[in-house]
């Protein structure tokens, strides 16, 4: 497939998805946007290499994605860990910082956005392997056999990380009902 597309085309066909997927991991459009750029600057440099007898196309971008998504939250934890004095400061007037980020994910109503930033902390506090198998199945709603696919491991293993992912956010989630 991937032979007889060209980059435009195969832009055009799965830029939404990767946009989509990247946003539910770091959950702001500008950081989204950022990784999807590398996503597709990946896909280019690589189409070459790409084997379509290992995965099908939407496969191995999906694959991209989520790597240059996980990546993307480590070096951004990372530059949290050695910048967290400068951080206390706004970027562009110096001045000290007052309240805490807010969450900028599009299509949520503001009523709702206390909720689900609980929950996206949760998720986001999960395992690599954990949340990438819930936001795959259960955000992006892919079946477990392509999320296994994706992953490069079983379906069972897939199974075995959605149930320690979900009693995991239970678990968290009924913690914070007391707060």
Do not use: C
């Not at 896909?43 to 998504?69: E, F, H, M």
């Not at 706004?90 to 994910?105: F, G, I, K, M, R």
């Amino acid at each position: 497939m991937g032979a007889t597309q060209s980059f435009e085309e195969i832009y055009e066909e799965y830029k939404h998805l990767v946009f989509n997927l990247s946003l539910h991991y770091v959950q702001q459009k500008e950081e989204a946007e950022d990784i999807t750029q590398e996503v597709f600057v990946k896909v280019y440099r690589n189409l070459s290499n790409y084997d379509p007898t290992a995965a099908s196309l939407k496969t191995w971008i999906y694959r991209i994605t989520v790597n240059q998504s996980l990546d993307y939250i480590k070096s951004k934890k990372s530059k949290k860990r050695f910048g967290f004095i400068t951080s206390l400061f706004n970027s562009t007037t110096n001045e000290p910082v007052t309240e805490a980020a807010q969450l900028n994910h599009p299509g949520i109503a503001a009523e709702d956005k206390e909720e689900l930033n609980v929950l996206l902390q949760i998720i986001n506090s999960l395992p690599e392997n954990q949340r990438t198998a819930i936001i795959l199945t259960k955000i992006e709603d892919r079946p477990q056999k392509e999320v296994a696919e994706i992953m490069n491991t079983s379906v069972k293993a897939v199974e075995s990380l959605l149930q320690r992912a979900k009693q995991t956010i239970a678990k968290k989630l009924k913690e914070n009902e007391g707060l």
